[in-house]
C-alpha cells in the first residue's frame, strides 16, 4: 500500500527548500565584502585599459 502524505506538509517543504536555494544563489550573487568588489573593479578596469591601448585609431 502506498505511504500516506500530508500535502501541506509537501508543500511546505517544497517552498523550505526553494527558499533555501534562492539564498544561497543571493549569497553568492550580492555577498560580497568591498574589499573584494574594490579589487574585482580594479582588476576589471585594467583588463579595459590594456585592451584599449591596443586598439586602432580611428585616424589611421
Known amino acids: 500500500m502506498a ?3 500530508s500535502l501541506s ?3 511546505k517543504a517544497k ?3 526553494a527558499k533555501d ?3 544561497a544563489e543571493n549569497r553568492v550573487k550580492f555577498g560580497r565584502t568591498k574589499a573584494e568588489k ?3 573593479e580594479a582588476e576589471k578596469a585594467l ?3 590594456r585592451t584599449d591601448a591596443h586598439k586602432r585609431g580611428e585616424d589611421e
Open 15 to 17: 517552498a523550505r527548500v
Open 21 to 23: 536555494t534562492r539564498a
Open 47 to 49: 583588463v579595459d585599459k
Open 9 to 11: 506538509k509537501a508543500r
Open 38 to 40: 574594490t579589487l574585482a
Open 3 to 5: 505511504e500516506i502524505v
